[in-house]
């Protein structure tokens, strides 16, 4: 039973372009969602993070979307550059801080 | 500023052998988390500590324990190693309730190699 999932492995966008990373989740339970960046060798890295009673939270370039009677949420990139080429990993947190990852999902940035 | 340290960064073991891992947290972050991402998948919550006790716990097999010590580090420790342990071991720590930041900082992992 998977409770977070993104559908799409990867995705290809041009320099400059919008990235925009989409997942889903199944437990009505979560109360926070926070997408982390991961590069090869290293830990995911935290990249921003949405409470459950909002529904949108920016920082700079990111932009996360947040629609609860949908259960979906998405990140956007905008604009995209060739250093933000990582894995995305979508998460709801639960009681107690635990982190429920989706699959991830490979973006690239061509130059 | 300090991150979550792990060691060792890559371990290789024997079918049956025991591995430790270790986890240094942030300072004056209370809670641990352990994950495991075999390869290809998602990381999967193992166990949680906050203030040296278990707080939570996940799919963590029988034959894995883990403790938090006084100083706030941590340890995973695996025996009776299987060939499907071979896994990134990824540690995070997060700071108290209440001081603003729900979120967990990850290390940079310990990669687990099951011969």
């Known amino acids: 039973d998977q409770q977070v999932k993104q559908n799409s492995p990867s995705l290809s966008v041009q320099e400059g372009r919008i990235s925009i990373l989409n997942c889903d989740y199944t437990?009505?339970?979560?109360?926070?969602f926070l997408w982390y960046k991961k590069y090869p060798a290293e830990g995911p890295t935290f990249l921003i993070s949405?409470?459950?009673?909002?529904d949108k939270n920016e920082d700079g370039r990111f932009t996360v979307f947040l629609n609860k009677s949908a259960k979906h949420l998405s990140l956007h990139i905008v604009p995209s550059q060739p250093g933000d080429s990582a894995v995305y990993f979508c998460?709801?947190?639960?009681?107690?801080?635990?982190?429920?990852f989706g699959a991830g999902t490979i973006l690239r940035v061509k130059s | 500023a300090a991150g979550v340290i792990q060691s060792p960064r890559h371990l290789i073991k024997e079918k049956r052998e025991t591995a430790t891992l270790k986890c240094y947290p942030i300072?004056?972050?209370?809670?641990v988390y352990w994950y495991q991402q075999g390869p290809g998948q998602d990381p999967q919550f193992l166990i949680s500590f906050y203030e040296k006790m278990q707080s939570d716990k996940g799919s963590i097999p029988d034959r894995f324990s883990a403790q938090q010590f006084s100083d706030y580090h941590s340890e995973l420790n695996m025996s009776s190693l299987e060939l499907g342990d071979s896994a990134l071991y990824f540690c995070?720590?997060?700071?108290?309730?209440?001081?603003?930041?729900?979120?967990?900082?990850f290390g940079a992992g310990s990669r687990l190699t099951v011969l």
């Open positions: 998460a709801g947190m639960e009681y107690g801080n635990k982190l429920v």
């Open positions: 995070a720590s997060s700071p108290p309730k209440g001081s603003g930041a729900n979120v967990l900082t």
């Open positions: 437990n009505s339970m979560f109360d926070y």
């Open positions: 949405i409470s459950s009673i909002k």
């Open positions: 300072p004056r972050h209370d809670t």
